[in-house]
């Protein structure tokens, strides 16, 4: 399985994305080489201006997947878990916005339905299965100042995730996420990188201000068999074109 967290707010925030990647007792490894835009595309400016606000402090960290069931009568795999005292990682109130609810990118033959990511009773993040995207909705959308931030699994229980080829994307991929009113938010791929756990850039990633990206997140890198995660995460960067 592979994790990645965010700290926010004065209590504190830890989110913990995991992702099943197998039985097997030998190591996996999904290697990604950084590759970056040589010649940066035109892009769009957002559709909506957010009002100024202040990031939130972030840190990363590794942590054990919660073992609690998903309170939930849609069966959902854990994609964060919540550290601390209860309560503590009430998201400010957001201001009602088109959500995105499908994705497609040609280049990796992917057409996935987007759900939108909240968090359960348990403080847990809910998040789809294999064949579907998660979109944290507490950070920006499409169209809005920030990072929109999507995750999925390169595999769950058994089943190949919907990013399980996203190490592949490379710069100048059109990215197509199309909103609940039916438009749609084309993005280009300036950026392929991956991350240790605890290195994913806040800055970058964990915005609601600034310049609108789309941030693709799933996991990579050495699987290790003892806890059953991957070590690292594999991160794309587009930009907004149409």
């Known amino acids: 399985m592979l994790v990645f967290g965010v700290f926010a ?13 197998g039985t097997g007792s030998d190591e996996v490894t999904l290697e990604v080489d950084d590759a970056v835009a040589s010649i940066p595309p035109a892009t769009v400016a957002p559709l909506v201006t957010n009002p100024a606000t202040t990031a939130p402090p972030a840190t990363i960290a590794i942590s054990p ?7 939930t009568t849609i069966p959902l795999s ?10 503590s990682a009430v998201p400010p109130a957001i201001e009602p916005r088109l959500r995105p609810t499908a994705v497609a990118i040609e ?3 992917v057409s996935g339905p987007v759900r939108s990511v909240g968090l359960r009773a348990d403080g847990a993040l809910e998040v789809p299965g294999a064949s579907e995207i998660g979109w944290y909705r507490y950070g920006a959308a499409p169209g809005y100042e920030g ?9 769950w229980n058994g089943e190949i ?3 399980h080829r996203l190490g592949d994307l490379e710069p100048g991929a059109l990215v197509e996420v199309t909103l609940e009113d039916g438009s749609q938010r084309i993005y280009e791929v300036v950026e392929r990188t ?6 994913l850039p806040r800055e970058r990633i964990w915005r609601n201000t600034g310049d609108e990206t789309l941030v693709l997140i799933t996991c990579g890198g050495s699987f290790n068999p003892e806890i059953s995660r991957y070590r690292q995460n594999i991160v794309v960067y587009a930009v907004p074109v149409a």
């Not at 990072?147 to 595999?155: E, G, W």
């Not at 991956?194 to 290195?199: A, I, R, T």
Request: net charge negative.
């Open 9 to 21: 707010g004065v209590a504190g925030i830890w989110l913990i994305v995991s992702a099943f990647a």
């Open 147 to 155: 990072a929109t931030v999507l995750a999925a699994h390169v595999s």
């Open 194 to 199: 991956m991350y240790d756990k605890d290195e």
């Open 65 to 71: 997947q919660p073992s609690a069931p998903a309170t």
């Open 161 to 163: 995730g919907v990013f």
């Open 107 to 109: 280049d990796l033959e």
């Open 78 to 87: 854990p994609l964060a878990a919540l550290l601390g005292p209860g309560g």
